[in-house]
């Protein structure tokens, strides 16, 4: 019964060191990695008192304690005046048993306090950022196991200042991204808008009209898939695709078909492949299918054992030299799909038109049986 009851007594302050190391590695911000200190430290190391500082241009700020009697909570000391300074210069543990005795100890700045003893523990590995300090008010030799307890607590608190300091820098980086994103949404939709005031100026009312609905059509597409993308992780193919391709198929019934089963594409993916039926369309429009009125286009697509196969199929528009697909939008085309999506690419002309047939394996897809296989798209 004794050796049970001092194996319980030797478990509580492991359990207890766990814990607080566990609630060190959550802690989301330096208030929080202090807050445990102050709490914790105290009790699980047996002392009389402990510091935290934390070194600051150049300087040991001591920015919180937990004691019989006050230390020096606040205050900030040279690192040549500060026991603390002097662990943190030599990335060396300090264990002074009687600070009467040493003459590392400034006994000018302990005259007031009740500290006799100590031990202080540098925070951080190759290049320390602070130091634990345990205090006490007798000349003391610390156990071993006191020690290695100091010791634990400031390699916890270490990792858990560089995490919290990494979150702080990936906050900053998202703010400045997301300062940037919206300055580029703002840049896209005033050239939207310049593009529509230089049609009506520059163009016969007929003609303005038409460009300006296209225009319309294209902002309406990047406004629509960039809101999804920004509220959901993913987007069905057929609404990517819809609001890609609007602008195209307003002008006359059936010049766009758009036909698959229901595919969801998480946003990398989306984003990919909206930047290439974008391309597409745009070679279309330049030399293809959408360059006349009579031209055509039929976008399906397909599962073939998880990867995504998409079919893009012009027809009845002027004739297309090889020359075209050659381009630097050719090029994009297969940085697109064959780097980023890991799939592959093929386009070729025919008599009938351009043909192009994409494919990438499917990280994240789910087919919902109860929306149509086909669908018309706009304009059909």
């Not at 802690?27 to 807050?35: K, L, M, N, P």
């Not at 296989?373 to 059909?380: C, L, N, T, Y």
Request: charge should be negative; glycine fraction near 8%; charged fraction near 25%.
């Amino acid at each position: 019964m004794a050796d049970q009851s001092r194996s319980r007594a030797e478990q509580t302050p492991a359990a207890e060191l766990l814990h607080a190391v566990e609630c060190l590695a959550r802690a989301g911000g330096s208030d929080e990695i202090v807050e445990v200190i102050r709490s914790a430290a105290r009790h699980l190391i047996g002392s009389d008192g402990i510091a935290l500082v934390l070194a600051e241009d150049g300087l040991c700020h001591y920015v919180e304690e937990d004691a019989v009697g006050p230390l020096w909570k606040g205050r900030k000391f040279a690192m040549t005046e500060c026991i603390s300074g002097w662990a943190m210069i030599h990335n060396s543990t300090v264990i002074i048993p009687d600070i009467s005795q040493d003459d590392r100890i400034p006994h000018h700045l302990y005259a007031d306090t009740f500290v006799k003893s100590l031990v202080i523990q540098p925070i951080g590995i190759g290049r320390p950022v602070g130091a634990l300090g345990a205090y006490w008010a007798t000349a003391y030799e610390p156990t071993e196991y006191e020690i290695a307890t100091v010791t634990t607590l400031a390699r916890a608190t270490a990792t858990a200042l560089e995490n919290a300091d990494l979150v702080a820098t990936l906050s900053r980086a998202l703010s400045q991204a997301e300062l940037a994103r919206d300055e580029l949404r703002h840049r896209v939709k005033n050239a939207y808008l310049a593009a529509q005031s230089l049609a009506r100026l520059s163009l016969p009312p007929d003609y303005a009209r038409v460009f300006s609905a296209r225009i319309a059509a294209l902002a309406r597409a990047h406004e629509l898939i960039d809101k999804k993308l920004a509220r959901q992780s993913s987007i069905d193919i057929r609404e990517l695709l819809e609001a890609e391709l609007e602008a195209y198929g307003a002008d006359a019934a059936g010049r766009l078909v758009i036909k698959g089963p229901s595919v969801v594409l998480e946003s990398a993916q989306a984003i990919a492949l909206g930047l290439v039926v974008n391309e597409l369309a745009t070679n279309a429009l330049k030399y293809g299918a959408l360059a006349t009125a009579k031209g055509k286009l039929e976008v399906g697509w397909r599962i073939d054992r998880n990867h995504l196969v998409v079919d893009w199929r012009e027809a009845d528009g002027p004739e297309v030299r090889t020359a075209a697909l050659e381009s630097f939008g050719s090029r994009l085309l297969r940085r697109l799909i064959e780097g980023q999506l890991g799939g592959s690419i093929q386009r070729r002309l025919e008599k009938n038109g351009v043909i192009c047939v994409m494919e990438f394996p499917l990280h994240e897809m789910s087919l919902r049986p109860d929306v149509p296989a086909e669908k018309q798209g706009a304009g059909s």
